[in-house]
């Protein structure tokens, strides 16, 4: 069974930057693991996605230019760098782990994930 750990979340005020971790145990090496957020009273959103062998990513077309993923195979985590953050960035983050090495078109289905963190809170304000 996988375990994901996310951490790194926090209050920051809008323009400033945060990097978000997510420590994988029970599966090393391959799969795909992926980081959503939900905001209250909003569906939970696709945020990025990386594939453990290749390092394949796909993002959010709102989010690409700010975020970006990246995965430390050594440490088996992986982190979201989050730049220039607005308020519309407060959220929940999540991540998400499958044992699939998915395809770029199925990385943003919440369905294709076996397992889900406890999530890590960022809130963007003054």
């Known amino acids: 069974q996988v375990a994901l750990v996310e951490s790194g979340g926090g209050l920051v005020q809008p323009g400033g930057s945060l990097r978000l971790s997510c420590a994988r145990s029970?599966?090393?090496?391959?799969?795909?693991t992926a980081w959503f957020r939900q905001s209250p009273g909003k569906e939970r959103e696709f945020v990025a996605a990386?594939?453990?062998?290749?390092?394949?990513?796909r993002y959010s077309e709102s989010l690409k230019y700010r975020f970006t993923i990246s995965r430390d195979n050594a440490k088996n985590t992986m982190y979201l760098q989050m730049n220039n953050l607005t308020p519309e960035d407060t959220a929940v983050y999540y991540c998400?782990?499958?044992?699939?090495?998915?395809?770029?078109?199925?990385?943003?289905?919440?369905?294709?994930?076996?397992?889900w963190g406890q999530g890590t809170q960022v809130t963007v304000s003054s």
């Open positions: 029970g599966r090393t090496g391959a799969g795909t």
């Open positions: 990386i594939r453990w062998n290749g390092g394949i990513t």
């Open positions: 998400a782990a499958t044992s699939l090495n998915l395809i770029t078109g199925s990385m943003a289905t919440p369905r294709f994930y076996d397992d």
